[in-house]
């Protein structure tokens, strides 16, 4: 499967983003999901992911209650909204899908696709 993330930009603290990812070639709506990130210099970390039907969200600690996982199984798309943007937020963002929900956070990925950088201005 080909995962696209898009949505990154520029946007001051404080401020909203929603991010996309767009999955092709694969059965979509079997597939857990989650979106990770790696700012400059740090190890790459994960942010959230979300249930094949949606019923279940996970958060990384840092930006529970700021930013929420959902999904459309129509549109083979997975998103991210993120509020409450700070400085901290910055970094490039991913979109990749664990092969159960038990390694949503821990599993090593071979591949990650190109992301989409977010900047947070304070």
């Known amino acids: 499967v080909q995962l696209q993330a898009s949505g990154g930009g520029l946007v001051q603290a404080g401020g909203s983003l929603r991010l996309s990812c767009a999955a092709s070639g694969g059965v979509f709506r079997n597939y857990v999901m989650g979106w990770y990130r790696q700012a400059l210099g740090k190890q790459r970390e994960f942010v959230a992911a979300i249930s094949t039907g949606g019923g279940m969200t996970d958060y990384g600690d840092s930006v529970k209650g700021r930013f929420t996982i959902s999904r459309d199984n129509a549109k083979n798309t997975v998103y991210l909204q993120m509020n409450s943007l700070k400085s901290e937020d910055t970094a490039v963002y991913y979109c990749?899908?664990?092969?159960?929900?038990?390694?949503?956070?821990?599993?090593?990925?071979?591949?990650w696709g190109q992301g989409t950088q977010v900047t947070v201005s304070s």
């Open positions: 990749n899908r664990p092969p159960n929900w038990l390694l949503r956070r821990t599993f090593e990925y071979t591949y």
